[in-house]
């Protein structure tokens, strides 16, 4: 590894194994970290061990040894774990699965071999199959006890990993549209990037999965994927196609790669690609700003601008609040404000597909009666799902003049 400051880090933290990946400045790629010291061995099974004698923890590989000839406490299904808010005993002691899982980070992380992890990462970009509140709940608060703040990490789904792994690649991989299939031991998956080039900015959707289910018997597992990427190919056209998943291989996949590389469509096959694409997303976020003129268009994303018309140093303006395209766990905001001839919170309001601007107004039912513009409140907008905004609002009163009345509004809203 030839990077020691300014990390930006990709995890893929999966529900069987895990991967990390660092951006290479010098080869300006994401680039592999194996688990394994002199090996080429990527994966890691996404576990932990409590070491007995030593008393701490250890991950992956490591952690199947000392779990298997040192006696050690094998806490399996991590993934799990963190989909909870209940507590796990280890060894008679409970522990939360966010205390769990910032030892499961420690541990690949690691594999970095950097001191002062926290000073000299930018960014750790962590990606999951699929991210629910608790999850998001479970990863804050881990990154957080590891004295990572906001700014330092963030988390995406393997739809917008694949986005950045796609967009990153050469512009001929992805000018026209990008097939992915997702194999596991039992199925497969079909999902389609397309680009709008019509929209401003141009619009990238990542389309629902197609599945089917594969055979065991390997020739038959060949001539059922052929027919499924007969369908779901069909006459389009596609500048490439990504495989990922540990139920594919190129032993008995001889019928369905020659159907793949059909008209000399490039085919490409890997297991890295959601770190990859996540270390690509921190490095583009961050840094590069290369994909402006492109929009993902994803159901984990904020798809609405809101804002308010206030008074801003005595001059009319418009006060963004939410910005449109940001994932729903970090869309969030909050100011102070006072109010002005009203008892109504207006917001203006525009979304990708009704961009013209809409007016949503609260009312604050019972607000204390006192003289215009003595009224002071706190304002914060926190999304809660992708299409739900929970807002609250709190009166702090207006001074010795008027304390707070501790009146506290709440509503939970779809722009």
């Known amino acids: 590894m030839n990077e020691i400051r300014d990390l930006i880090v990709g995890i893929d933290f ?19 970290l194996s688990m394994k010291v002199g090996g080429s061995q990527y994966e890691a099974p996404t576990c932990l061990c409590r070491r007995t004698e030593q008393k701490d923890y250890c991950v992956g590989l490591e952690a199947e040894y000392f779990a298997r000839e040192k006696g050690g406490i ?14 796990v005993v280890v060894e008679g002691q409970e522990y939360e699965p966010w205390e ?23 960014c750790i970009v962590v990606t999951l199959e699929d991210l629910g509140n608790i999850q998001v709940e479970n990863f804050r608060k ?25 967009l990153s690649q050469k512009r001929e991989t992805w000018n026209r549209s990008v097939a992915w299939y997702a194999f596991t031991p039992e199925n497969v998956s079909f999902r389609k990037l397309t680009l ?13 999965p197609v599945v089917r289910a594969l ?13 499924f990427v007969q369908q779901t190919l069909g006459r389009d056209l596609y500048s490439s196609i990504q495989i990922t998943g540990r139920g594919f291989s190129q032993d008995w996949a001889r019928q369905s790669i020659k159907i793949l590389c059909y008209q000399k469509r490039k085919v490409f096959y890997g297991n890295n690609l959601f770190a990859k694409g996540a270390c690509a997303a921190g490095k583009e976020k961050l840094e590069d700003k290369a994909l402006k003129g ?11 601008d809101v804002g308010m018309e206030m008074r801003v140093m005595g001059s009319p303006a418009y006060y963004p609040l939410i910005e449109a395209g940001n994932n729903w766990y970090d869309c969030k905001a909050s100011c102070e404000l006072i109010l002005d001839n009203t008892e109504e919170l207006v917001f203006v309001v525009s979304t990708f597909d009704r961009p013209e601007k809409r007016r949503v107004g609260m009312m604050l039912p019972g607000i204390p009666r006192r003289p215009n513009k003595t009224t002071r409140l706190y304002l914060e907008l926190q999304y809660i799902s992708p299409k739900e905004c929970k807002v609250t609002v709190k009166d702090l009163g207006f001074g010795e003049l008027f304390p707070s009345c501790g009146k506290v509004w709440t509503e939970t809203v779809e722009w």
């Not at 529900?15 to 990390?20: N, T, V």
């Not at 881990?142 to 796609?166: H, I, N, R, T, V």
């Not at 492109?294 to 609405?304: E, G, K, N, P, W």
């Open 14 to 32: 999966g529900r069987e194994y895990s991967q990390i990946c660092y951006y290479d400045r010098k080869g300006e790629e994401p680039r592999s």
């Open 196 to 208: 709008n080039g019509s929209t401003k900015p141009v619009s990238v959707r990542l389309e629902e």
């Open 100 to 122: 769990l899982l910032a030892e499961f980070l420690k541990g690949i992380l690691k594999f970095l071999g950097i001191t002062e992890l926290v000073k000299n990462t930018k």
């Open 142 to 166: 881990a990154f957080s006890s590891m004295g990572f703040p906001e700014g330092k990490y963030m988390l995406q789904d393997y739809g917008e990993s694949f986005y950045y792994y796609a």
């Open 74 to 87: 094998m806490i399996h299904d991590l993934y799990g774990i963190c989909e909870k808010k209940d507590s």
């Open 294 to 304: 492109y929009r993902f268009l994803s159901d984990s994303l904020v798809m609405a």
């Open 215 to 227: 055979p065991v018997n390997d020739e038959e597992r060949d001539i059922e994927f052929c027919k």
